[in-house]
């Protein structure tokens, strides 16, 4: 029995080691999580399902589209970028549930990566973004979505992870300032409507009067629906592509600045 | 010199809100010594769960400095979370995960590798009775499993000093009974228990030595016997027969008045002057005696009872818990 102070353990793995190590460990950790509650699973699933439905069979024959396009190739590339905004921004409930239930707390008494959870966090919710977006292809292709095969497929997919992944930091940055699961519940997902319903992922931007087509054209999500459309459908990079790269940048870097922010001030009383 | 395991020296908390600040510690210092069991029993809103906080760096201190094995809290966080276990009074442990993986993922945390990792979950489990529990989702445990698990995730990492925030407040007397068994066990592996509690049979039970917090300061610290024998050995609850006589009995004998009656404490021989100066203010309907127990340590020194209801959720910077 020994009670004096034990040498530091010299044997620790360097930090930017520790920080991939804590990051991958909570990564899988969120990821298991999800798994293993089908009802998460069922229904992240059932809603892009009935919007692809719905759009596709109940509002899209009355919507214009331009001559020789069919609208449900327009909107399967729409879809799958507002899927993956959702998925992104179910970081923002999942941050504030373990800082509600002391899980966070917990961590942060561990000698684990300061960053970890966050960074955790981004990387679970990206790659559920990618493996959503995979389904909402493959319901896509049952109901008549014919993209262009090639490597503008794959390149899309990344694509959309990267929104994903930039998204998930404001989401992150909702999921640490707010005060409870409920208020992040809201906060964290009313943005995402106007953002994709005022955008190119339903309906063409043309259709729309000035002031809303005037929001429309500026907004992320349009430039993001469209550079996604130049990839799937036509295996080119669109003109919205550096806007949409710029915007992911402007994303991850403001969201994970106030993350980080928000994060270090919850030692502070 | 002998190193002390935990050093506070004049910490104060103050929480700045938009409409009020709140002072949560108030000028604290506490030592204590390397495998000591030592308790920290105040009533809520005391802080003892604002000093569990800031030793175990979750919270910064507005002024002063809290030491864990000569490592600052602030200034040497990481090292210090090396070295440290923290069990908080909600089990903090994955639902989803089952026992094992939440032992495996706080053992990645910790900086082990694959086999020690795997190695310390199989020991722990086996150490806290979990092992027919191991592989099953720990939403399916009992509120003592839960219990367990949280203690035995905090030994992941194989610590110096011990942290337990009231660490049996809303379990039954049997799980209680058991937890205490646990603790006692880690005790003699020569691991320092910092405990926090508002119950004085836990602190009486477990510690030995006990500090009583109120307002955010250490009010009084010793070994328990030392805190009975400073507050008189015997003592006397008075009942005068007419209520508005409370007052000036309570002031005539030196006592508190608690729940209509004066609680007043002597040595064992002073028992018939406090008498006599009681009857002296008007008759009594009843007098009993007793020997001192925490109880009476506890209200000498912090004016109020001990509080047995369950409390509310403990203030986290969230102001609220599930």
Redesign the interface.
């Given at each position: 029995?020994?009670?004096?102070?034990?040498p530091?353990?010299t044997d620790?793995?360097s930090r930017s080691r520790?920080f991939i190590?804590?990051t991958l460990?909570?990564a899988g950790?969120s990821l298991?999580?999800f798994r293993?509650?089908p009802q998460a699973i069922v229904f992240t699933i059932v809603q892009p399902v009935m919007f692809v439905l719905l759009f596709r069979y109940v509002f899209g024959g009355a919507i214009q589209t331009p001559p020789g396009v069919d609208y449900v190739n327009l909107l399967i590339p729409g879809i799958v970028v507002q899927n993956a905004l959702f998925s992104a921004a179910s970081a923002s409930v999942a941050i504030s549930d373990d800082?509600?239930?002391?899980?966070t707390?917990?961590?942060?008494?561990?000698?684990?990566a300061r960053l970890?959870p966050l960074t955790g966090r981004v990387l679970a919710d990206t790659l559920r973004a990618g493996l959503l977006v995979i389904v909402i292809f493959l319901v896509g292709l049952l109901v008549g979505f014919r993209p262009e095969w090639g490597p503008g497929l794959l390149a899309a997919w990344l694509l959309l992870m990267l929104i994903a992944f930039g998204f998930a930091w404001i989401a992150v940055a909702i999921g640490v300032s707010v005060?409870?699961p409920e208020v992040a519940q809201s906060a964290g997902f009313i943005w995402i409507f106007p953002l994709t319903f005022a955008s190119s992922v339903f309906v063409p931007v043309s259709t729309m009067p000035d002031w809303l087509a005037w929001f429309a054209t500026i907004n992320p999500v349009t430039q993001f629906a469209n550079a996604t459309r130049g990839l799937v459908l036509l295996g080119e990079v669109d003109s919205a592509m550096g806007w949409t790269l710029l915007w992911v940048v402007i994303f991850a870097v403001v969201g994970g600045f106030l993350s980080i922010r928000g994060w270090n001030r919850?030692?502070?009383? | 010199m002998s190193e002390t395991a935990v050093l506070a020296e004049d910490v104060d908390v103050v929480y700045t809100g938009r409409q009020s600040t709140k002072r949560a510690l108030d000028g604290l210092n506490l030592s204590i010594a390397p495998g000591a069991v030592h308790a920290i029993l105040g009533p809520n809103g005391a802080g003892k769960t604002t000093f569990i906080r800031v030793a175990t760096t979750l919270l910064i201190p507005t002024s002063g400095r809290v030491f864990v094995h000569g490592l600052d809290v602030v200034r040497q966080a990481g090292s210090v979370r090396d070295i440290i276990g923290v069990a908080g009074q909600y089990a903090t442990v994955d639902e989803s995960l089952t026992g094992r993986e939440n032992l495996l993922l706080t053992g990645t945390l910790y900086g082990l590798s694959r086999e020690e990792r795997a190695a310390r979950a199989v020991d722990l489990l086996e150490r806290f009775d979990l092992v027919d529990a191991a592989d099953r989702a720990t939403k399916t445990y009992s509120g003592g499993m839960r219990r367990r698990l949280d203690l035995a995730a905090s030994l992941t990492g194989d610590p110096q000093v011990l942290f337990l925030d009231e660490p049996t407040t809303g379990l039954d007397v049997r799980t209680r009974n058991a937890l205490w068994e646990e603790v006692r066990a880690i005790a003699d592996r020569g691991v320092t228990i910092v405990l926090t509690t508002q119950y004085l049979e836990e602190a009486d039970a477990l510690a030995s030595r006990i500090s009583i917090i109120d307002a955010g300061r250490v009010v009084v610290e010793g070994t328990p016997a030392e805190l009975k024998s400073t507050v008189g050995e015997e003592i006397l609850t008075l009942k005068p027969v007419d209520n508005h006589l409370l007052g000036t009995l309570a002031e005539a004998v030196g006592g508190e008045i608690v729940e209509g009656t004066v609680r007043a404490r002597t040595a064992r021989h002073g028992v018939t002057s406090v008498l006599e100066t009681a009857l002296a203010v008007g008759p009594l309907s009843s007098v009993t005696t007793t020997t001192a127990s925490l109880d009476d340590v506890f209200l000498a020194y912090t004016g109020h009872i001990a509080e047995d209801e369950q409390p509310p959720a403990p203030t986290s910077r969230w102001g609220r818990r599930r």
């Amino acid at each position: 029995m020994s009670t004096m102070t034990r040498p530091a353990r010299t044997d620790r793995p360097s930090r930017s080691r520790r920080f991939i190590t804590d990051t991958l460990a909570l990564a899988g950790r969120s990821l298991a999580k999800f798994r293993r509650n089908p009802q998460a699973i069922v229904f992240t699933i059932v809603q892009p399902v009935m919007f692809v439905l719905l759009f596709r069979y109940v509002f899209g024959g009355a919507i214009q589209t331009p001559p020789g396009v069919d609208y449900v190739n327009l909107l399967i590339p729409g879809i799958v970028v507002q899927n993956a905004l959702f998925s992104a921004a179910s970081a923002s409930v999942a941050i504030s549930d373990d800082l509600a239930s002391g899980f966070t707390d917990r961590l942060r008494s561990l000698p684990t990566a300061r960053l970890a959870p966050l960074t955790g966090r981004v990387l679970a919710d990206t790659l559920r973004a990618g493996l959503l977006v995979i389904v909402i292809f493959l319901v896509g292709l049952l109901v008549g979505f014919r993209p262009e095969w090639g490597p503008g497929l794959l390149a899309a997919w990344l694509l959309l992870m990267l929104i994903a992944f930039g998204f998930a930091w404001i989401a992150v940055a909702i999921g640490v300032s707010v005060k409870s699961p409920e208020v992040a519940q809201s906060a964290g997902f009313i943005w995402i409507f106007p953002l994709t319903f005022a955008s190119s992922v339903f309906v063409p931007v043309s259709t729309m009067p000035d002031w809303l087509a005037w929001f429309a054209t500026i907004n992320p999500v349009t430039q993001f629906a469209n550079a996604t459309r130049g990839l799937v459908l036509l295996g080119e990079v669109d003109s919205a592509m550096g806007w949409t790269l710029l915007w992911v940048v402007i994303f991850a870097v403001v969201g994970g600045f106030l993350s980080i922010r928000g994060w270090n001030r919850m030692t502070r009383a | 010199m002998s190193e002390t395991a935990v050093l506070a020296e004049d910490v104060d908390v103050v929480y700045t809100g938009r409409q009020s600040t709140k002072r949560a510690l108030d000028g604290l210092n506490l030592s204590i010594a390397p495998g000591a069991v030592h308790a920290i029993l105040g009533p809520n809103g005391a802080g003892k769960t604002t000093f569990i906080r800031v030793a175990t760096t979750l919270l910064i201190p507005t002024s002063g400095r809290v030491f864990v094995h000569g490592l600052d809290v602030v200034r040497q966080a990481g090292s210090v979370r090396d070295i440290i276990g923290v069990a908080g009074q909600y089990a903090t442990v994955d639902e989803s995960l089952t026992g094992r993986e939440n032992l495996l993922l706080t053992g990645t945390l910790y900086g082990l590798s694959r086999e020690e990792r795997a190695a310390r979950a199989v020991d722990l489990l086996e150490r806290f009775d979990l092992v027919d529990a191991a592989d099953r989702a720990t939403k399916t445990y009992s509120g003592g499993m839960r219990r367990r698990l949280d203690l035995a995730a905090s030994l992941t990492g194989d610590p110096q000093v011990l942290f337990l925030d009231e660490p049996t407040t809303g379990l039954d007397v049997r799980t209680r009974n058991a937890l205490w068994e646990e603790v006692r066990a880690i005790a003699d592996r020569g691991v320092t228990i910092v405990l926090t509690t508002q119950y004085l049979e836990e602190a009486d039970a477990l510690a030995s030595r006990i500090s009583i917090i109120d307002a955010g300061r250490v009010v009084v610290e010793g070994t328990p016997a030392e805190l009975k024998s400073t507050v008189g050995e015997e003592i006397l609850t008075l009942k005068p027969v007419d209520n508005h006589l409370l007052g000036t009995l309570a002031e005539a004998v030196g006592g508190e008045i608690v729940e209509g009656t004066v609680r007043a404490r002597t040595a064992r021989h002073g028992v018939t002057s406090v008498l006599e100066t009681a009857l002296a203010v008007g008759p009594l309907s009843s007098v009993t005696t007793t020997t001192a127990s925490l109880d009476d340590v506890f209200l000498a020194y912090t004016g109020h009872i001990a509080e047995d209801e369950q409390p509310p959720a403990p203030t986290s910077r969230w102001g609220r818990r599930r």
